[in-house]
C-alpha cells in the first residue's frame, strides 16, 4: 500500500478507453491505480508494487484474467474482482472459482464499481463473530489472530471466505439464506448473485470439511458444530 495511505487498484484491462476512463474515476474518487494491457504486464505490475485490491478484465491477451486470477492468488490473499464483458455464467462461475472474491459486468456504471471496490476493501481482514477462540470439531478460529487451524494444521483463507467462516461461526446451526450471506459478507445492500456466495461456499468446504457446511435445500447453508 501507498506510504500515504491511499487505497492502490491494480486495473488490467485491453480496452484502452475503458482504461483510461476507470482509471480517471478511480483517481478522482481518491485512489491510486496501477493500469496493464494484459495478463503478462499485469502480473509483472503486480510483482513490482503489490495492490490493496485487482481488478482483472476476463477476457485478456497474453494471459487471460482467469488465469492471472491464478496467478495472483498462488502469491497474495488481495481481494480480487473480475470484470466480464457480458454476464455470462461460465466467466462468473470460472472466475470466482480460480479465486475471485466478486465480479462485475461489462458497461459498468463508475459508482456501482466504486461500491464494490470499497466494500472489498472494507471486509478484508474483518469479521464479525465475536472475539476469543471458537472450536467446531477439528476446525480451530482464532478470531483476533484472524487465524484458522484444521486437525492442528493451518487453514489458508483469503479474507472473503474468513469473512465467510466468521459469519457461520456467529450462528452455528443456524441456517443462513444466500441473500443473508450476500448482505454481510460482500456488503450488498440489495440482494446480488447467489452463484458468488454457492461457490465460495464450496470453496470454504474444500478447505475446513465438506461435511462441516450443511446445506439445507431451498433455504441456504449453516455450520455444523460437529459433522452430520
Not at 482509471?23 to 491510486?32: I, N
Not at 472489498?120 to 477439528?138: H, I, S
Request: some cysteine.
Amino acid at each position: 500500500m501507498p506510504t500515504d495511505g491511499t487505497p492502490h487498484v491494480l486495473f488490467v484491462e485491453d480496452d484502452e478507453v475503458i482504461r483510461e476512463v476507470t482509471q480517471l474515476t478511480l483517481e478522482r474518487d481518491g485512489f491510486t491505480v496501477t493500469t496493464a494491457a494484459d495478463g503478462v504486464a499485469g502480473l509483472d505490475a503486480f510483482r513490482a508494487r503489490t495492490p490493496d485490491v485487482a481488478l482483472l478484465d476476463v477476457m485478456l491477451p497474453g494471459m487471460n484474467g482467469v488465469s492471472l486470477c491464478r496467478r495472483i492468488r498462488a502469491e497474495s490473499l488481495i481481494p480480487v474482482i473480475m470484470v466480464s464483458a457480458r454476464d455470462d455464467a461460465v466467466d462468473v462461475v470460472v472466475g470466482l472459482e480460480a479465486g475471485a472474491d466478486d465480479y462485475v459486468t461489462k458497461p459498468f456504471d463508475g459508482s456501482v464499481l466504486l461500491a464494490r471496490i470499497r466494500a472489498v476493501l472494507r471486509r478484508t481482514g474483518q469479521g464479525g463473530a465475536r472475539a476469543g477462540r471458537l472450536r467446531f470439531g477439528d476446525v480451530d478460529i482464532d478470531v483476533e489472530g484472524v487465524r484458522v487451524l484444521r486437525g492442528g494444521r493451518p487453514v489458508a483463507l483469503t479474507p472473503t471466505e474468513m469473512r465467510l467462516l466468521l459469519r457461520f461461526a456467529e450462528s452455528p446451526g443456524t441456517v443462513l439464506s444466500r441473500d443473508v450471506l450476500l448482505e454481510s459478507v460482500w456488503d450488498y445492500a440489495v440482494g446480488g448473485d447467489s452463484r458468488v456466495a454457492d461457490i465460495h461456499v464450496q470453496r470454504l468446504r474444500n478447505k475446513i470439511g465438506a461435511d462441516r457446511i450443511e446445506t439445507v435445500r431451498g433455504f441456504g447453508y449453516k455450520l455444523l458444530a460437529e459433522p452430520g
